[in-house]
């Protein structure tokens, strides 16, 4: 099982229903407001702060168009901060960019967001840059799917005790600090985005919905929009969101291969229980890998990568999972801002058609879809990329008929049986509404959208296949004194390897204690007889606790490692926790010891390899495992252990192990 302690005490227990659930929220340049009502929304859901851990990404140093404060600064003024966290240091890591760009730093706030009586737990991750990109426009921006990818690739690495960067290892710490578990435990990421508002009860509904059913793997709700009767814009949309989920998403979930869930508001599983052990879903190799991908050259590899990040991840869920489920769930709402300029809907209905065009070509290549010939998924999605490329041609030959059926002479049954079809084809959706949701409001948008059909199918499709080359996010994110938006596709000088160390986990404690130890001894020589005072701050400090109590020592403080402290070890238990075992024998705990006075008459308790004889067995992602020397003792016993060596003197205390 995965190991638990620290903080989770001062949350309460959730249910056992309540899959562990994090909230991922990117930002890139909203303002205090959307970020609050949307971290609000998701805290005050009927869902226990216990299993829920809000973690919020700001894609770099930016301040939006309108807003007084960059964005960094106004999510880490959301959170009440840790006292033992309150001053991160920036960490490297892999971004998803190309030439330099792919090394970013980022810093890891860690506290509690509070709404009147509910503390959740929460995460602001910064995205800085590297010391030579600060005088730049936007230091540390990198783009969504690269927010993205933080979190994908985290739980991916900590799922297969893979090498870790040193973001990696600072966020292991610091969600182990604030939930009191370790984070493979973690099963449900809620995806939203930084103006969205979602229900109380939205989050329960799709959480259950997963814990039901194990084949799906992706889930998204009905999202509404906020701000309906801002403008002219708004009203004309509010009719297109109602049948894009009720119709389109609708049909699509009865075959269990809904196309785009929104990343507005959409529910992705990390990993799903298979017998007794794990199969990686989200976190897959292969999917991380690709989403990743930073080299984009083609035109169709540009559209899915730079302009729909949301659909394209949808398309590589169902391509490498094409016999589970992607679904919708009505029940689950949320409100999102829509744009209310018509030049903001025009760029942002460019991005949404073609990225929409370049996916449904990837997804009619995928032969293993729900159903067969006709009344396949392959089939429907065939005919939806059909009907989005002859949309102007669609709109008009409709008003062609409507001019050629007003000067039709109706002499005769088969006269009006084109006028007919027309007018079914138009308000079939309002008779379907009204049979089954009976909410007569939704008649009268359908007007409006009427009104403004030759914008939907003409305009904004011509446009969208016009500037078919063009892969910048236009009006849609506004910034501060920003000049034209590139997208984040360019290269930009050479990336060096060497400037993102990846290492294991052990290998960063094994780093951290030496490092403490280092200091120890650096501090023993100041005085004639020094004796580590035995203090316990593990449930201060967020780490895991000691089988012996006062035996532990975290990194702001004496020193403490995970390592020995794991019920199973990470091939054979079930989370793959880090966990470390005695070949052949089971699970043990290690004590770390106080170290003895340092002096000329120290001594070792014995002088064999300070590692142990064990093994640890890691599972590596192609499924092969390594042995690995075992860290087993990290403190020196002042006496000597029965069946053990006489001691050997060595003069000038403890040495470092290699």
């Known amino acids: 099982k995965p190991q638990t302690g620290g903080a989770v005490a001062n949350l309460g227990k959730g249910d056992e229903d309540e899959l562990f659930t994090i909230m991922l929220v990117t930002c890139y340049s909203e303002g205090d407001e959307s970020i609050r009502g949307t971290c609000d929304s998701l805290c005050m859901t ?34 009440e901060q840790e006292e033992a966290f309150t001053d991160p240091q920036p960490c490297s890591y892999l ?11 980022a810093k890891v706030y860690c506290g509690y967001y509070r709404v009147g009586e509910r503390r959740t737990p929460a995460m602001v991750v910064v995205k800085c840059g590297t010391p030579d990109e600060q005088d730049a426009a936007k230091p540390g921006n990198r783009g969504k799917r690269d927010s993205q990818m933080i979190l994908m690739n985290f739980f991916s690495r900590v799922l297969f005790n893979d090498r870790m960067a040193p973001l990696d290892y600072d966020l292991f710490r610091k969600v182990h600090h604030l939930m009191g578990v370790t984070p493979d435990i973690f099963e449900i990421v809620l995806m939203v985005d930084a103006d969205t508002k979602v229900h109380d009860e939205s989050l329960r509904l799709l959480v259950n919905c997963m814990n039901n059913d194990q084949l799906i793997m992706g889930l998204c709700g009905e999202t509404k929009i906020a701000n309906k009767r801002d403008s002219w814009v708004t009203a004309i949309q509010v009719f297109e969101y109602y049948i894009s989920h009720h119709l389109s998403k609708a049909f699509e979930s009865v075959f269990g291969g809904v196309t785009c869930l929104p990343g507005c508001f959409c529910m992705y599983r990390l990993k799903a229980r298979k017998g007794d052990d794990w199969v990686p879903i989200l976190t897959k190799p292969e999917i991380c890998q690709e989403y990743s991908q930073n080299v ?27 016999s589970r489920k992607m679904m919708f769930m009505p029940q689950a709402t949320c409100k999102t801002l829509v744009p209310d300029e018509f030049k903001v809907l025009l760029s942002q209905r460019r991005r949404w058609i073609n990225s929409t065009v370049h996916n449904l070509m990837e997804l009619v290549l995928v032969r293993n879809l729900c159903g067969t010939f006709c009344l396949s998924m392959q089939f429907s999605i065939f005919l939806d990329l059909v009907g989005t490329v002859a949309l102007p041609v669609a709109i008009v030959l409709t008003y062609i008929l409507i001019v050629r059926a007003c000067m039709t002479t109706y002499n005769s049954v088969s006269a009006y049986l084109p006028l007919g079809m027309l007018i079914m084809v138009l308000f079939l959706p309002g008779i379907l509404i009204l049979i089954t949701t009976r909410k007569w409001v939704y008649v009268l948008w359908m007007f409006v959208y009427l009104l403004a059909l030759p914008v939907w199918n003409l305009v904004l499709p011509t446009y969208a296949y016009w500037h078919f080359d063009d892969f910048s996010w236009g009006e849609t994110r506004k910034v501060h004194g920003e000049g034209k938006d590139t997208g984040h596709g360019d290269a930009d000088g050479t990336f060096d390897a060497a400037s993102v160390p990846l290492k294991r986990w052990e290998d960063y404690e094994r780093k951290r204690l030496r490092s403490i130890r280092r200091k120890e001894r650096k501090d023993a020589d100041d005085a004639s007889s020094y004796q580590m005072p035995m203090v316990d701050d593990s449930a201060n400090a967020g780490l895991l606790k000691n089988s012996v ?12 490692s995970f390592l020995g402290d794991a019920a199973t070890n990470s091939a054979e238990g079930s989370s793959h926790t880090l966990g470390h075992y005695q070949h052949g024998q089971p699970a043990q705990q290690f004590e770390l010891q106080s170290y003895p006075t ?8 014995h002088d064999a390899d300070p590692y142990g004889a064990g093994y640890e067995y890691a599972q590596q992602p192609g499924g092969s ?16 252990q029965p069946g053990q060596a006489p001691p050997r003197q060595r003069p000038g205390g403890p040495r470092d192990f290699q």
């Open 46 to 79: 009927n869902f226990s702060d216990s299993r829920k851990l809000l973690f919020i990404v700001a894609d770099g140093i930016i301040k939006g168009s309108g807003n007084d404060r960059t964005t960094p600064d106004i999510c880490v003024d959301l959170i």
């Open 95 to 105: 971004a998803v960019a190309a030439g330099s760009k792919q090394h970013n730093m």
């Open 296 to 322: 984009v050259k083609t035109l169709h590899e540009k559209n899915l990568l730079l302009l729909g990040e949301d659909r394209f991840l949808t398309t590589l869920m169902l391509r490498n999972f094409p």
């Open 549 to 560: 109590e006062d035996s532990m020592y975290y990194e702001s403080h004496p020193g403490y």
């Open 598 to 605: 340092m002096n000329s008459n120290s001594v070792y308790a």
């Open 625 to 640: 495992y390594e042995d690995y020397p075992q860290q087993a003792a990290y403190g020196y016993a002042d006496q000597q």
